[in-house]
């Protein structure tokens, strides 16, 4: 009797996560994730390529800052980061005075901060490698039809650079999907934030956090199959002719 109890409880419980109202908060931890890595990712593409092209320098002044920020931000958990940027910004005298303070205060734009400083230090690695990657050969032909170091970097090094990272930075990109999930720590309400509190309310741990799983497995899916598809546009020259 007790066992059918508890598979009766157990039935219930399963069947109250997946209300319209349950439904809804996936959806909204849903879209606050979609947000929060797709902005992080494309402000740190931004802010990694001319970081990139700085860190390739061969002047120590312009490198060395470079590789000290990329060198803390991949030596340092994501998660203290974030720590120290979401409790961290009270401490600066005067910022609550701002016109910046009613953007911090929300943990959205804490969290959108140290998620874009980390992908970038990250991809700011991806970039440079790839671009000290650049065969000779093309750089000495730019050289020689007298082009100028600027627009030799801008038709010659950087679109094969961006191809040859390519792969790298797909799986910078599920890697950000994956740790966007310790937003909830901060009282975000992503996807495992929505998780978090509709277990909390139903107890219900495996129907929830496991119908989250899907859902993130189907987005790293969908960002495969796109990072495939785009290399196969990309890299379609080096494909042997049939």
């Known amino acids: 009797m007790d066992v059918l109890t508890t598979w009766f409880h157990d ?10 109202q349950t439904i809804g908060y996936y959806w909204d931890g849903l879209v606050t994730t979609t947000q929060l890595v797709f902005l992080s990712l494309v402000i740190g593409l ?3 390529v001319p970081l990139a092209i700085g860190r390739s320098s061969d002047r120590r002044w312009i490198s060395l800052p470079i590789y000290v920020y990329t060198y803390v931000f991949r030596g340092t958990p994501l998660l203290i980061q974030l720590y120290i940027i979401y409790y961290g910004v009270v401490f600066f005298d005067g910022i609550q005075e701002t016109f910046l303070w009613p953007m911090l205060r929300e943990a959205f734009y804490p969290a959108l901060i140290a998620f874009t400083l980390n992908t970038a230090a990250y991809t700011t690695e991806i970039f440079r490698g790839a671009i000290k990657a650049t065969a000779r050969g093309e750089i000495e032909a730019a050289r020689a039809y007298g082009m100028s170091d600027s627009l030799m970097m801008r038709r010659i090094i950087l679109p094969s650079a961006f191809r040859r990272a390519l792969p790298a930075y797909g799986n910078e990109v599920i890697f950000m999907l994956h740790a966007s999930a310790i937003a909830s720590v901060v009282t975000l309400m992503d996807l495992t934030g929505a998780a978090r509190f509709i277990y909390a309310r139903y107890y219900a741990p495996f129907e929830a956090f496991l119908f989250v799983a899907a859902i993130y497995l189907c987005l790293t899916f969908a960002i495969l ?9 990309l890299l379609a020259h080096l494909r042997p002719q049939s």
């Open 225 to 233: 199959y796109f990072f495939r598809w785009l290399e196969k546009r």
């Open 11 to 20: 039935l219930m419980a399963g069947n109250a996560i997946f209300t319209a």
């Open 46 to 48: 931004v802010l990694a």
